[in-house]
C-alpha cells in the first residue's frame, strides 16, 4: 500500500476529521455514485443512518450537516465555512436538497438523517449507511462507508475497512515499518525526509510537491491567524470562551521579557488558535486528523520563530518526516480516537511533530525516530473523552500540551545517539492493543471520562 504526505495533510472543515470531514466526502462519493450510476434521475429520496461514535457523537461534530453538504455536491477543501450553516438551515426550511447540486429531492431533516447512539456496524466504529429511494419507496442504490480517521473514507471492500484504499503504485523506497525505514536510509546514505521525497516523486514533480506543501503550510498560518483575531463564544452549548485573541494581545504587547519559557507561551497560543478555529467550523489542515490538527502547526511555528535559520526548505523537510512517521501509524495501528482512544488522534501528532522537529533541528534518522517514539510513548493509554461529544473540553487544551511535549520530545532525542530501549515500532504496536482493549465509552462517546464528570452548562 502506498501512502503519500498528502494523504496525511488535507484541507478540511472543522470540527473533526472522522466525524465532518470523512462524512462530507462519503455523502458526496455517494451522490456522485448515483449520478455515474446513472440511478440519478429515479432518485427521489436519500436516507442516511449514522452508528456507534458518529451516531453517538454526531450532533456535536456536525456529522448531521456533513452529510447534508456532501450530498449537495460540497467537499472539505472548499466548502464555503462562512455560509455552511445557512446551506443546512436552508435544505431544512425548504424540505429539499440538492444531489451533487443538480438533483432536486424531498429533504425531512430529522427523519432522513438518523443517528443511531447504541448501534454500530461491524467493521469499524465510525459507519455510516447511505440509502436512495424512487417514487414507491423502493431502494435504487445502498452504500455503506467507513470514516476510519483523518478524514479518509473505506467502503465495505476494503479489507478490514480500517485502511485507505489499496494504492498499488510501486514506491522505489517501500517501508512499513520504522525498522525498515531506518535500513533504507543506513544503506542509501539518505535523511528520512529524502526518502519520503523520493518516494514522493512517484506522484509528483518535487517543484509540485514543494508548491502543494507550502500551500498546506499557508492554510496552516492563515488558520492560526484567523484564531489569534477572532473572539466570542465557541459554538455548541458548553460556553468555552476563545482564548487565543486575548492570549495573542498580552503575548504581544509583552514583547521580549527574558522569560525563559516565552516560546512555550507562544507554541500554547499557536495550538489553542487552530484548535479554536477547528472548534468553531473553520478552515483547518488535517494534521492528521481535526482534533489534533493544531500540534504540527504549533510546533512549525515554534521552528519558524525561535529556530536560527528557519526557512520554507525546512517547512518541506518537517512535513515530510512528519509524514513518514504518520504513514507508520496509519498502516500499523489507527488515526482514529473513535477505534482507539485519543492515544491514536494527539499520540500520533505528537509523535509526528517530535519527529519533524527534530528532523529540522539536524537529527539523523535514529534521533528522529528516537523522538518520535517518545512523542507516542507518554501519549499511550491517552482516552478520547469530549465534554458535550464537542471537539472543545479537553481537546483544545490538549493540542498545546501535546505541541509542548513534542518540543520536548524532539529535543530530548537530539541529546543521545538514537539508541533507545523501546522502538517506535514496539511503541506502535502497544498503542494498537492498548486501543483494543480500551473500553469503547473513552472512544470518542462522551459515555466516559471527562464527558459524564464535567456538568455541561
Known amino acids: 500500500m502506498a501512502l503519500s504526505v498528502l494523504d496525511l495533510f488535507s484541507v478540511g472543515i472543522g470540527p473533526s476529521s472522522s ?22 434521475a429515479a432518485t427521489v429520496r436519500v436516507t442516511t443512518e449514522l452508528f456507534g461514535s458518529l451516531g453517538a457523537t454526531g450532533r456535536g461534530h456536525g456529522s448531521d450537516k456533513a452529510v447534508v453538504l456532501g450530498l449537495q455536491g460540497e467537499d472539505p477543501e472548499s466548502v464555503d465555512t462562512a455560509t455552511a450553516d445557512d446551506q443546512v438551515a436552508a435544505a431544512a426550511l425548504d424540505a429539499r436538497l440538492r444531489l451533487d447540486g443538480r438533483h432536486e429531492i424531498d429533504f425531512n431533516f430529522d427523519d432522513d438523517v438518523v443517528l443511531h447512539r447504541r448501534k454500530s456496524l461491524p467493521a469499524h466504529p465510525n459507519g455510516m449507511t447511505f440509502r436512495a429511494l424512487d417514487h414507491t419507496g423502493a431502494t435504487v442504490r445502498e452504500r455503506t462507508y467507513y470514516s476510519v480517521g483523518g478524514g479518509f473514507v473505506v467502503d465495505e471492500a476494503a479489507a478490514g475497512a480500517d485502511r485507505v484504499v489499496l494504492d498499488e503504485t510501486v514506491l522505489p523506497y517501500p517501508f512499513t515499518t520504522a525498522d525498515e525505514l531506518l535500513a533504507i536510509c543506513a544503506r542509501e546514505g539518505m535523511g528520512i525526509a529524502e526518502v519520503m521525497l523520493a518516494n514522493e516523486r512517484v506522484w509528483h514533480t518535487e517543484e509540485e510537491l514543494r508548491a502543494k506543501l507550502l500551500g498546506i503550510w499557508d492554510v496552516m498560518r492563515a488558520c492560526v491567524a484567523n484564531g489569534c483575531a477572532a473572539e466570542g463564544i465557541l459554538p455548541g452549548g458548553l460556553q468555552v470562551p476563545r482564548r487565543a485573541p486575548a492570549l495573542h494581545t498580552a503575548l504581544t504587547e509583552a514583547g521580549d521579557t527574558g522569560d525563559p519559557l516565552r516560546a512555550m507561551e507562544w507554541v500554547n497560543l499557536f495550538a489553542l488558535a487552530v484548535n479554536e478555529e477547528n472548534a468553531a ?12 490538527a493544531g500540534i504540527i502547526p504549533a510546533v512549525l511555528h515554534y521552528y519558524m520563530m525561535f529556530v536560527p535559520g528557519a526557512d520554507d526548505d525546512g517547512v518541506v523537510r518537517f512535513l515530510l518526516t512528519a509524514a513518514a512517521v504518520g504513514i507508520l501509524f496509519k498502516l500499523n495501528a489507527s488515526i482514529s480516537g473513535a477505534e482507539v482512544g485519543c492515544q491514536g488522534e494527539v499520540g500520533s501528532a505528537c509523535s509526528m511533530a517530535a519527529a519533524g522537529l527534530c528532523e529540522v533541528l539536524g537529527g539523523t534518522p535514529e534521533q528522529v525516530e528516537n523522538a518520535a517514539e517518545v512523542g507516542i510513548e507518554h501519549n499511550l493509554g491517552l482516552t478520547c473523552d469530549p465534554v458535550g461529544g464537542l471537539v472543545q473540553i479537553p481537546c483544545i487544551e490538549r493540542n498545546a500540551i501535546a505541541s509542548v511535549k513534542a518540543i520536548n520530545a524532539a529535543r530530548l532525542a537530539l541529546h543521545g545517539n538514537g539508541s533507545h530501549k523501546v522502538s517506535l515500532d514496539k511503541a506502535i504496536k502497544t498503542m494498537r492493543e492498548t486501543g483494543a482493549d480500551m473500553k469503547t465509552k473513552y472512544k470518542e462517546t462522551s459515555r466516559g471520562g471527562l464527558a459524564v464528570n464535567v456538568i455541561e452548562c
Open 281 to 292: 467550523g473553520g478552515r483547518i489542515v488535517t494534521a492528521p486528523t481535526n482534533g489534533a
Open 19 to 40: 466525524h465532518t470531514v470523512g462524512p462530507m466526502r462519503a455523502a458526496k462519493r455517494f451522490a456522485r455514485g448515483l449520478v455515474d450510476s446513472a440511478d440519478l
